[in-house]
Structures are given as structure tokens and as C-alpha cells.
């Protein structure tokens, strides 16, 4: 039945023209037999332009197409033509795809290997990630190696400037080495020249006891030779010169004629006083009336024990200056007139202090100093008030009170 059909076609080809005659007139299809014997999963007939005289089948039976009697002729070669121009040469579609599987050849296109092709787009993902991944480090790289040039270069420009710098340094450290070394000869020269030698000095008491004093009796010495000598002795005394002021001063105090600063010069044991005119080189006042009141006021005070005096009223000059004046090692408290006193406050006073000074004449409210004068009576002894103005006038007066009791 297959080569009636295959003479009928033949004969329906020449009507249709002589192009789609050459194109079937060259294509062969290997016999399925065949192929089924080399393997179970060859099944599928290969198109093939060689010419095999034994074993060849019916195109249309390729093709998977029914006779000619149950399909209309002129609708198969329709349908034949379309599939003869979709095939090319070698058995490959014009869209570049193998029909050497039958399924193929039918129109379905399934994938022999699914999960190795799989496999080989997973790989070819992964292999582009990693090219962009170091594509990347790449990068990375030539922006770190362009950062390093310019560090290199910087480091280079650096070192260049220090060498310069070294090489000046060089040749200043040259010109003072020259200029010390002449310095030196020159000193040596005017050594040499000079002819004058160093006194020998000796200590003052070995040159007394080189004498005939008696020992114990050099101080004694001291004071009646420098009385004959005067002024003559004082070129032949020497001292060490980072000792000599502070010895002079443990020994020696200047004082002025008022009398209090004398008072002060004679409570110091073991120095001696020498008066002088001018009262600026007083150690006591140092020319300063109020310096000298409070001096006094002070002295009286630890005469008669009175370490914490409570001043109430004053100016804030006047607390100023007395700031200034007072030792620091004296407790004197301020108490000003300007500020709001209550008579807790004023007890707090009294029964704190030794002495409580009520300054009248300045900045003073009478009802802030009734405060401690309406409690007289209760601190005997504690309260003093000062009806003169100034620093030295109190001070005086504070000092005459004590004196007084």
C-alpha cells in the first residue's frame, strides 16, 4: 500500500511544479528498523540526504501523516511543501533546530537532558557572579594602588624636603662648631694673658681660729672688730653668693622709728635690729600707716589669746584692704552693713568668736548693731565698739581696748 501512495504523490508532484519535485526528490528517511536496533532510545527516524537502496520508507509515513485516502491530496502537499521549506539541507530547521527526533519532526521541541541544562545555566550564573564579583576586586585593587602611588609620592616629596632640611641643619651645626672653637681659643688667649690670680678665701671662723680668740668668743670678736674697722673690712669678707642674702636676713631686720614697728623688731629673738630713716624699707610697715595699725592690733590679740575677731560694719574697700593686711594664719570674718541680719545670726556671732567689733561710724544700720549690743550683757568681755573712721584708727583702737583689760 505504501509505494501506491508514494507513485500517486509522484505523479501529483509533477502538476505541482517542478521546484517542489527537486525538493523532494532528494530527501531520504532512514528506515526506523534500522535505528532500532542500535538502541532502545533510538527511536526516531533521521532526515538524511543520502541515498540508501535498501530499508527506505514512505515520506508521508515519516511524517506521521495518514494515506492519501483518508487525507485530501492537495491539502497534504500543502502541508508537505511547508514542511519541506521549514527543513534545511542538513536536517536542521531554519531557526537552526535539529529534526533528526521524530518528535521533532511533528512540531514538539522537548529537551533531551532537562537537568543538564539546568546544571550548565546554574554554572554559567555562577561563573558570571563571580567574574562581577572580581570585576569588582579588580577595581577595588586600582583605586587602592592609584591611593598608594599618591601616598608614595607624598612620602617621597616629604623626604626630599627633610634631606634639604638636614643638609641645612648640616652646615648651620658646621658654622657653630667653627664658632665655639674660636671662641674657646680666645678665651684660652685672654687666660693666658691675664696675670691676675683668684684670691685664696677661706671660711671667716678658720681664719679666727688661726688667730689667737678663744673658741666660742668668734661672734664676740666679730661684733667689736667690725666696730674698730668700719668700712675697711668689707672689701676682705667673702660669702657664697647663693647663701649670702638669706644669712643676712636671718640675722639682720630693719626697722623705722615709730615706735610700734619697734615693738614688732623687738619680739623677734636673734635678730638684730638697725634703724633706718626712710620707713619704705621697714620690714614691719613698710611705710604704710594702716600696715602698721593692724600689725599692732594684731600683736595685742595674741597677747591676750583673742584668735577669732568678728568685725561687723566697714566698707568693701575697707574689708578689701583688711583682706590684704591680715595674716593668713589670724581668723578675722567680715560682717558687712549692707546685708540683711537677723539676731540668730548675731548670737552665731558672738558665741563663735573671741572678740566682736561693732565699727559705728561706716556703713552700719542701727538696727543691725542693736543686734549685738542689746546681748552685751550676756557675752561679757566679747564686745567692743569703734567710734572713729579709717583702717588705722580701728586697728589702734582695737589695740588700746585689749591693752585695757
Known amino acids: 500500500m505504501g509505494r501506491k501512495n508514494k507513485s500517486r504523490r509522484k505523479k501529483?508532484?509533477?502538476?505541482?511544479?517542478?521546484?517542489?519535485?527537486?525538493?523532494?526528490?532528494?530527501?531520504?528517511?532512514e528506515n526506523p528498523s534500522k535505528e532500532a536496533a542500535k538502541g532502545p532510545g533510538s527511536v526516531t527516524p533521521n532526515v538524511s540526504r543520502r541515498q540508501e537502496p535498501e530499508g527506505d520508507i514512505d515520506f508521508a509515513e515519516a511524517m506521521g501523516v495518514s494515506s492519501p485516502a483518508e487525507q485530501d491530496e492537495s491539502d497534504w502537499l500543502s502541508w508537505a511543501s511547508q514542511e519541506v521549506d521549514?527543513?534545511?539541507?542538513?536536517?536542521?530547521?531554519?531557526?537552526?533546530?535539529?529534526?533528526?527526533?521524530?518528535?521533532?519532526?511533528?512540531?514538539?521541541?522537548?529537551?533531551e537532558h532537562p537537568d543538564a541544562s539546568d546544571a550548565l545555566r546554574r554554572e554559567r550564573d555562577a561563573l558570571l557572579a563571580e567574574q562581577e564579583q572580581q570585576?569588582?576586586?579588580l577595581e577595588t585593587a586600582l583605586k587602592d594602588t592609584a591611593t598608594?602611588?599618591?601616598?608614595?609620592?607624598?612620602?617621597?616629596?616629604a623626604f626630599q624636603e627633610l634631606q634639604s632640611n638636614y643638609a641645612t641643619l648640616e652646615?648651620?651645626?658646621?658654622?657653630?662648631?667653627?664658632?665655639?672653637?674660636?671662641?674657646?681659643?680666645?678665651?684660652r688667649a685672654v687666660l693666658e694673658a691675664s696675670s691676675v690670680e683668684e684670691p685664696n678665701v677661706i671660711c671667716l671662723r678658720e681664719a679666727m681660729g688661726k688667730t689667737?680668740?678663744?673658741?666660742?668668743?668668734?661672734?664676740?670678736?666679730?661684733?667689736?672688730?667690725?666696730?674698730?674697722?668700719?668700712q675697711?673690712?668689707?672689701?676682705?669678707?667673702?660669702?657664697?653668693?647663693?647663701?649670702?642674702?638669706?644669712?643676712?636676713?636671718?640675722?639682720?631686720?630693719?626697722?623705722?622709728?615709730?615706735?610700734?614697728?619697734?615693738?614688732?623688731?623687738?619680739?623677734?629673738?636673734?635678730?638684730?635690729?638697725?634703724?633706718?630713716?626712710?620707713?619704705?624699707?621697714?620690714?614691719?610697715?613698710?611705710?604704710?600707716?594702716?600696715?602698721?595699725?593692724v600689725q599692732q592690733m594684731v600683736r595685742a590679740c595674741r597677747v591676750h589669746r583673742i584668735y577669732k575677731v568678728v568685725l561687723v560694719g566697714g566698707s568693701p574697700d575697707a574689708h578689701a584692704e583688711l583682706k590684704h593686711l591680715i595674716p593668713d594664719n589670724f581668723d578675722l570674718r567680715l560682717v558687712s552693713g549692707k546685708?540683711?541680719?537677723?539676731?540668730?545670726?548675731?548670737?552665731?556671732?558672738?558665741?563663735?568668736?573671741?572678740?566682736?567689733?561693732?565699727?559705728?561710724?561706716?556703713?552700719?544700720?542701727?538696727?543691725?548693731?542693736?543686734?549685738?549690743?542689746?546681748?552685751?550683757?550676756?557675752?561679757?568681755?566679747?564686745?567692743?565698739?569703734v567710734h572713729t573712721r579709717g583702717v588705722a584708727s580701728m586697728a589702734r583702737d582695737v589695740a588700746l581696748f585689749l591693752h585695757s583689760l
Open 12 to 29: 501529483k508532484s509533477t502538476n505541482v511544479g517542478p521546484s517542489l519535485a527537486d525538493k523532494l526528490s532528494g530527501i531520504k528517511l
Open 86 to 111: 521549514r527543513l534545511e539541507p542538513g536536517g536542521v530547521s531554519s531557526a537552526g533546530t535539529s529534526y533528526s527526533d521524530s518528535s521533532r519532526i511533528q512540531g514538539t521541541a522537548k529537551p
Open 135 to 137: 570585576q569588582a576586586q
Open 148 to 157: 598608594l602611588r599618591q601616598q608614595k609620592e607624598a612620602l617621597a616629596n
Open 171 to 187: 652646615q648651620a651645626q658646621s658654622k657653630s662648631r667653627a664658632s665655639l672653637q674660636r671662641l674657646r681659643l680666645e678665651q
Open 212 to 230: 689667737k680668740i678663744p673658741e666660742g668668743r668668734e661672734a664676740e670678736a666679730l661684733g667689736l672688730w667690725a666696730q674698730a674697722g668700719g
Open 232 to 293: 675697711a673690712l668689707l672689701p676682705h669678707l667673702y660669702v657664697e653668693s647663693s647663701s649670702a642674702s638669706a644669712l643676712i636676713e636671718r640675722h639682720l631686720v630693719l626697722c623705722c622709728h615709730h615706735e610700734a614697728c619697734q615693738e614688732a623688731c623687738a619680739s623677734s629673738s636673734g635678730r638684730g635690729v638697725l634703724l633706718v630713716d626712710d620707713a619704705s624699707l621697714c620690714e614691719v610697715c613698710e611705710g604704710s600707716d594702716n600696715r602698721r595699725a
Open 339 to 385: 546685708l540683711r541680719r537677723d539676731k540668730q545670726q548675731a548670737t552665731d556671732d558672738l558665741r563663735y568668736s573671741d572678740l566682736v567689733v561693732i565699727w559705728g561710724p561706716t556703713i552700719l544700720p542701727h538696727k543691725i548693731s542693736e543686734l549685738y549690743t542689746k546681748q552685751k550683757d550676756s557675752f561679757p568681755g566679747k564686745l567692743h565698739v
